[in-house]
Nanobody, 125 residues
Framework: QLQLVESGGGLVQPGGSLRLSCAVSGFTLDYYTMGWFRQAPGKEREGVSCISSSDGSTYYAESVKGRFTISRDHAKNTVHLEMNNLKPEDTAVYYC??????????????????WGQGTQVYVSS
């Protein structure tokens, strides 16, 4: 059974850091592009970052470039999102997602086939 489980969310002050993790079961990372999305109250879901299945190429939304880093651990079948210098506008539910496709780089939600349940991130003083 395919499953994605996020963890690592919580409350952090502006300027702080969090590390989100996405544990994958039922498939391997080798053939899936992995992405992180977020959805704030009253807003549409937006793509944050993704990492390619082929060569580990990464892509970031402009709003997080230079602050967030996506990585993957094939041995543990886990994807991480390191978030630094967090801002109140980063507050959202963060979702991990998987897209079938070799070398795919995309932050379009409809390209992704499987989704986790989400983890809440609050950035507030």
């Amino acid at each position: 059974q395919l499953q994605l489980v996020e963890s690592g969310g919580g409350l952090v002050q502006p300027g702080g850091s969090l590390r989100l993790s996405c544990a994958v079961s039922g498939f391997t990372l080798d053939y899936y592009t992995m992405g992180w999305f977020r959805q704030a109250p009253g807003k549409e879901r937006e793509g944050v970052s993704c990492i390619s299945s082929s060569d580990g190429s990464t892509y970031y939304a402009e709003s997080v470039k230079g602050r967030f880093t996506i990585s993957r651990d094939h041995a543990k079948n886990t994807v991480h999102l390191e978030m630094n210098n967090l801002k109140p506008e980063d507050t959202a539910v963060y979702y991990c997602a998987a897209a079938r496709g070799w070398g795919l780089i995309t932050l379009l939600a409809y390209d992704y086939n499987y989704w986790g349940q989400g983890t809440q991130v609050y950035v507030s003083s």
